[in-house]
């Protein structure tokens, strides 16, 4: 049904460690740690947002993993994934050549604010080969008899595949409940206290029932049919609408706090394992 994906963005950090022998001048080095910010930091935020929307965008689109690093991917969302992070790719590219044109003189700017901390030696001659973005894709398979040395191996790994395989459907069903639970408490909270409601917003909310299909491996029938009562609830629906239509508004929040007791009370099984986006 998927694939496995990783994602790796690797960013110049712009920080180096005080030298000892300056911090043995005002405290014993063994108590003391500090680090030094080797250019303004403003520099840095469009390279770095980009990395932040990526990792978001994979967030959005994949399911946890039990393999550090690594999470799982829908088939049918796995050239959408692919085109986009290409698209992310090459923003971050121009964004880093951007950075690497100016690097000598932000270097030079470091040397008012840094004064007898800056040193030359800080800062890497070769700064393009400290940012990279690339993804790879896996398949999961489970482990063949012939790769194998011996029948007791190629069964032990055949049972961690199995269990491995049986904590990651696991996780899937509780996440997307979890994501979904916490999306409607997000929008209920929003519609019912008469609170700022971003077009980013709904947004995302839509975004997330229309990749439930795909991400639903395990076939949660319960929550494809709450998920479809959104579905319906919102069709057509703007946040712009909810803003200004009082009506519409206190429908909506009434149906979706239908919707949050049913989930509260019947199929809500623990806590996220993700931090949820809204914004």
Request: hydrophobic share 40%; aromatic share 10%; glycine share 2%.
């Amino acid at each position: 049904k998927g694939v496995l994906v990783q994602l790796a963005i690797s960013i110049w950090t712009g920080r180096a460690k005080v030298d000892p022998k300056i911090m043995s001048e005002v405290a014993d080095p063994e108590f003391l740690r500090a680090s030094k910010i080797l250019i303004d930091r403003n520099y840095m935020k469009p390279i770095e947002e980009i990395r932040s929307e990526a990792r978001h965008f994979v967030y959005r689109k994949t399911l946890p993993f039990p393999i550090t690093g690594i999470v799982f991917i829908p088939r049918e969302m796995l050239l959408e994934v692919d085109e986009e992070l290409t698209r992310q790719r090459h923003k971050f590219e121009v964004a880093v050549a951007d950075f690497i044109s100016q690097y000598k003189t932000y270097v030079e700017l470091a040397k008012d604010h840094l004064k007898d901390l800056w040193n030359q030696e800080d800062y890497p001659a070769n700064i393009a080969r400290k940012f990279d973005f690339q993804w790879m894709f896996f398949n999961i398979d489970a482990p063949g008899k012939r790769s194998l040395i011996t029948p007791e191996i190629y069964a032990r790994e055949l049972d961690k595949f199995q269990q491995t395989m049986q904590e990651f459907q696991e996780t899937a069903v509780a996440t997307l409940r979890a994501t979904f639970s916490e999306m409607i408490d997000h929008l209920v909270d929003r519609l019912a206290n008469d609170k700022v409601f971003k077009d980013s917003s709904i947004n995302r909310f839509k975004e997330f029932l229309d990749d439930f299909k795909k991400l639903d491996v395990a076939d949660d029938i319960e929550v494809q049919d709450l998920v479809e009562k959104c579905r319906d609830l919102l069709q057509g629906t703007r946040a712009h609408d909810l803003r200004n239509n009082e009506f519409l508004k206190r429908h909506v929040s009434e149906k979706m706090g239908e919707i949050k007791n049913a989930i509260d009370t019947k199929i809500l099984t623990g806590r996220p394992f993700r931090k949820i986006m809204f914004d």
